[in-house]
């Protein structure tokens, strides 16, 4: 599979890191695109839908530039998600 690196600077340390996003960049770059928007203009799409095969952790770090590891640290454990009480289809 595919991959591309997607690096930025952690919102909470200001640390630069870069990891392995398990994605073709040509996809990714899609999904980036609608989640962020175009020319500035804002997207209304939710990380969630932009990228629903990646991981809470790894939709953080685009989001934020704070890798798992580092989230642990500020933040303890992450706690399993609690099921919705509505659907989500």
Do not use: V
Request: hydrophobic letters at 30%; glycine letters at 6%; proline letters at 9%.
């Amino acid at each position: 599979m595919e991959s591309t690196t997607y690096g930025k600077h952690s919102l909470f340390s200001g640390k630069y890191y870069e990891l392995e996003i398990p994605m073709a960049p040509e996809a990714f770059n899609e999904a980036l695109t609608r989640w962020k928007g175009i020319n500035g203009a804002k997207s209304n799409t939710l990380i969630q839908e932009a990228f629903p095969n990646l991981s809470p952790a790894l939709r953080e770090f685009i989001m934020t530039g704070c890798p798992n590891e580092e989230w642990q640290e500020l933040f303890g454990e992450n706690e399993p998600e609690e099921p919705r009480p509505w659907s989500e289809e």
